[in-house]
C-alpha cells in the first residue's frame, strides 16, 4: 500500500495533517471511475453527476478494470489504493455491460476501506444543457428532498438515502446565507408496488422487479415575496434528470458501520446550549451567564438550632415529656406534629 | 378597506403554512433534507410524472425553506445567516474520530492544580540597551552572561574558573533537559513502556524474591514500618460445574501430560546408559569439583608425592 512518510517540512505537514481525521469532517471527495466499458448514456450521466458533485469531485479519464462486487477480483484493494491516494472517500464507478447495461455505481468508503456499494441502471437521462434554464453556481449546497415513506421504512432505500445525502450533502455545517440558496435535488420514488406494501420482510431483496424507480431531480428555487418572513417558492427544472433503477447493492459490515457512526462527545458549550443532554435547573441568560435554580427540601424546623441555655439542654427534656404526655392523654384530637414541638413552647405552656 | 383586504391576504399565506405543517414531512435542517413520507400517488404519478414530481418537490421545498427561515439569524455582508441545528441524522463519517492528544506530563500536573497556561512574550525589555531584545535565539537575553565583556568572580574561585564557560554549560543542561521530557513525553504518548517503567518492575520483583529468600522464609525479618505484606499468588479454582465439552477437553489435557516425554524421562533418566553410574557426577565427585581434566592433570604429575604424602 501507500507508504507513510512522516512530514520534513512545513508544507508537507500540511497537507499530511489536513488529510488526518478531523472531529468535524469536510465534504466527501468522490472519484468520478470509468470501467471497462461505458457507453454514452454512462457517460454523460456521471458528468452532470460531476457537475453536481463539483468541487469536490475528480475524474479519472481512463479506462479501469473494476468491479466492486467481484470480491474474488482485487477491485476492492484498488478501490482503497485509490481512496488513501486521493484522499476520496466516495466512488461513483460507470459500467455497462451487456448483463447490466448503462451501471452507476456509488460506492462508499470508511477509514480507507469499502462500507456499503449501490448499483442503480440509468434508464433515462435528460442533460443539464437540454433545460435552457439558468443554473446553480457550481459548489453551491444544495437542499435535499426525498419523496416516498420507503425512505423511513425499506432497509434498501434507508440506504440509498444515506448514500445520496453523503454524496450530494454530507457536510455538517454551522450556518448557510438564507439569500445564497439555490438549487433543490430532488430524489422521488415511483409508486410503491403492491408486493412491496403488503410486506416488506416477505419480498425477496434479490427480486429487483419489486422495487420501485427512482427519479433525480434538481431545480433552481425562486423565492417571491409572500408578505410574511418566508418567501413562497417556485422551481424551475434545471437538470439533470435521470431515472434509475436499483441493481445490485452491498449493505454495509455492521462492525464497521458501528464504528462510523460513532459521533464525538459533546463540548460543554454545546451541553448549555441545549444540544446535547438536557442539563435540569440550568439556563445561559443573554448575558451569557450560567444561571441555576436550586432547590432546597422542605425544612424541618424541630432540629432548628435554638440559643443555647442551660436550661434548655435535653437531660431536663424527659420529665418534660412526661409531663406533656399525661397532659395530651387528656386532650383529645391532639395534632401529631405537635408533639415534636420544640421543648422551648412546651415549656411556656407548662 | 384597504387594511381588511391586507389582512386577509395575510391571514391566506398563513394559512398556507400551517396545511403544510400538516403534512408526513421529516426535516433535516442540519443536512438541508426534508423527507417527504406521504406514498406515493399513484394516479397523479401516471398522470405526468415530471409535473407530479415537481409539484411534491416545490411543497417539500416550501416546508425546508419555511424551517431555514424561521432559524435564528446572525447578520454577515451577504445577508441572513440561518445557524443550522446539528443534523439528526446519522451518516457514517468518513475517517474515524481523532484519537485526543496524550497530554504531558507538566499538563497533567497543571490540570490537577488547575494552573492556567499564560502565553510567555517572545520579547524582553532589556533595562541597559533600553530596547526590547529576544528572550532567546540570536543574540538572545538567556545568553546575556556568556556575552558579557566583564564577569565577578568569587574570591574562592579556582584558577581555571571560566565564568563564560559555567553560564553556557548551564544553559545548555537546561536545552538538554527540556529536549529529554519531551522524549519522555512523545515515548509515554506512543504507549511503549519505558526504561524507567521496566526497571521499577524489575525492582520490585527482585524485592518480593528477597523478602522470602531468608531461613525463615520471611516470617522472623525485621519489618521496615509501613512495609507492606508481600502479595502471593490468589489461587483460583474452575468453576465446580462445567459444560460437558469443557470437562472432556480438560480431562485429555491432563492425560496427555500424563504420558509426555518429560514426564518419562524424569521415571527412567538415561534409559539407553544401561550402567548404574552417573559418570559426570562421579568425576565431580573425585574431582572435587576441578573436572575432569584437572584431574587428569594431577593424577599424571603428582602420582609418587600424593602416594608419599598418604
Redesign the interface.
Known amino acids: 500500500m501507500l507508504r507513510t512518510v512522516k512530514p520534513r517540512n512545513a508544507r508537507s505537514k500540511r497537507a499530511f495533517v489536513a488529510r488526518q481525521p478531523k472531529e468535524v469532517e469536510d465534504p466527501r471527495t468522490c472519484i468520478f471511475v470509468k470501467g471497462t466499458h461505458t457507453g454514452e448514456i454512462v457517460t454523460q450521466a456521471m458528468k452532470e453527476l460531476m457537475a453536481l458533485k463539483r468541487p469536490n469531485a475528480l475524474a479519472f479519464n481512463k479506462k479501469n478494470e473494476v468491479r466492486p462486487f467481484d470480491t474474488a477480483s482485487t477491485s476492492e484493494t484498488t478501490l482503497e489504493f485509490w481512496s488513501a491516494k486521493n484522499d476520496a472517500s466516495l466512488f461513483l464507478i460507470g459500467q455497462s455491460t451487456k448483463k447490466r447495461p448503462n451501471g452507476l455505481t456509488f460506492v462508499r468508503m470508511f477509514d480507507g476501506r469499502v462500507l456499503d456499494i449501490i448499483e442503480f441502471g440509468v434508464e433515462k437521462l435528460v442533460g443539464m444543457a437540454e433545460f435552457k434554464t439558468p443554473k446553480c453556481t457550481p459548489g453551491n449546497k444544495p437542499l435535499l428532498h426525498f419523496a416516498s415513506d420507503l425512505f423511513e421504512t425499506h432497509p434498501r432505500f434507508i440506504q440509498l438515502k444515506s448514500m445520496l445525502i453523503s454524496f450530494f450533502n454530507g457536510e455538517t455545517i454551522e450556518s448557510i446565507c438564507l439569500p445564497g440558496i439555490e438549487h433543490v435535488i430532488s430524489i422521488t420514488l415511483s409508486p410503491t408496488p403492491t408486493t412491496l406494501t403488503t410486506d416488506v420482510t416477505d419480498t425477496n431483496p434479490e427480486d429487483l422487479t419489486s422495487l420501485p424507480k427512482v427519479h433525480i431531480r434538481a431545480y433552481t428555487i425562486k423565492l417571491k415575496a409572500s408578505g410574511t418572513r418566508i418567501p413562497k417558492v417556485g422551481l424551475v427544472p434545471m437538470g439533470p434528470s435521470l431515472d434509475l433503477v436499483l441493481r445490485r447493492h452491498q449493505a454495509p459490515d455492521p462492525d464497521l458501520l458501528k464504528q462510523s457512526l460513532r459521533r464525538p462527545k459533546l463540548k460543554k458549550q454545546d451541553v448549555e446550549k441545549g444540544v446535547g443532554k438536557k442539563r435540569k435547573n440550568m439556563e445561559v441568560d443573554e448575558m451569557g451567564d450560567l444561571r441555576g435554580r436550586v432547590h432546597v427540601g422542605k425544612q424541618d424546623l424541630s432540629k432548628l438550632q435554638t440559643r443555647k441555655m442551660k436550661g434548655l439542654k435535653s437531660r431536663f427534656d424527659e420529665e418534660d415529656v412526661e409531663e406533656m404526655d399525661v397532659d395530651q392523654e387528656d386532650v383529645e384530637g391532639m395534632d401529631v406534629d405537635q408533639e415534636d414541638t420544640p421543648l422551648q413552647t412546651k415549656k411556656q405552656r407548662t | 378597506m384597504d387594511v381588511s383586504s391586507i389582512l386577509g391576504?395575510?391571514g391566506n399565506?398563513?394559512q398556507d403554512?400551517t396545511d403544510l405543517e400538516e403534512g408526513?414531512y421529516?426535516l433535516d435542517t442540519?443536512?438541508?433534507?426534508?423527507?417527504?413520507?406521504?406514498?406515493?400517488?399513484?394516479e397523479l404519478?401516471n398522470e405526468n410524472?415530471?409535473e407530479y414530481?415537481?409539484q411534491?418537490?416545490?411543497d417539500?421545498?416550501?416546508r425546508?425553506?419555511?424551517a431555514?427561515?424561521?432559524l435564528p439569524?446572525?447578520s454577515?455582508p451577504?445577508?441572513?445567516?440561518?445557524?443550522?441545528?446539528?443534523?439528526t441524522?446519522?451518516?457514517?463519517?468518513?475517517?474515524?474520530?481523532?484519537k485526543p492528544k496524550e497530554l504531558t506530563k507538566w499538563e497533567k500536573f497543571a490540570a490537577a492544580k488547575g494552573i492556567q497556561k499564560k502565553v510567555r512574550e517572545k520579547k524582553v525589555w532589556d533595562e541597559e540597551k533600553q530596547e526590547w531584545v529576544a528572550r532567546w535565539g540570536w543574540k538572545g537575553k538567556n545568553k546575556e552572561a556568556e556575552t558579557q565583556w566583564i564577569h565577578e568572580v568569587p574570591a574562592n574561585a579556582d584558577v581555571d574558573h571560566d565564568p563564560r564557560k559555567v553560564a553556557r554549560d548551564e544553559r545548555k543542561a537546561r536545552v538538554a533537559k527540556n529536549e529529554r521530557q519531551r522524549l519522555q513525553n512523545l515515548a509515554h504518548a506512543s504507549g511503549s513502556s519505558s526504561k524507567t517503567s521496566d526497571r521499577k518492575r524489575e525492582i520490585d520483583r527482585t524485592l518480593a524474591t528477597t523478602r522470602v529468600s531468608t531461613a525463615s522464609m520471611g516470617k522472623f525479618d525485621r519489618q521496615l514500618e509501613g512495609e507492606k505484606k508481600p502479595r502471593g499468588l490468589k489461587r483460583k479454582f474452575d468453576p465446580a460445574e462445567a459444560s460437558a465439552e469443557q470437562e472432556k477437553q480438560s480431562a485429555l489435557a491432563l492425560l496427555s501430560r500424563l504420558d509426555s516425554d518429560a514426564r518419562k524421562m524424569r521415571k527412567n533418566p538415561e534409559s539407553n546408559d544401561s550402567s548404574a553410574l552417573n559418570v559426570r557426577k562421579a568425576i565431580r565427585s573425585v574431582s572435587k569439583g576441578q573436572g575432569g581434566v584437572a584431574l587428569a592433570r594431577k593424577l599424571d604429575s603428582g602420582k609418587s608425592s600424593k602416594k608419599s604424602r598418604r
Do not use: C, H, W
Open positions: 391576504s395575510l399565506t398563513l403554512d408526513n421529516i442540519g443536512y438541508l433534507t426534508v423527507t417527504n413520507t406521504t406514498p406515493i400517488d399513484v404519478y410524472i415530471d414530481i415537481e411534491n418537490a416545490r417539500s421545498t416550501q425546508l425553506i419555511g431555514l427561515f424561521r439569524t446572525t454577515s451577504d445577508g441572513p445567516l440561518a445557524m443550522l441545528p446539528p443534523p441524522s446519522l451518516l457514517p463519517r468518513e475517517k474515524p474520530l481523532p
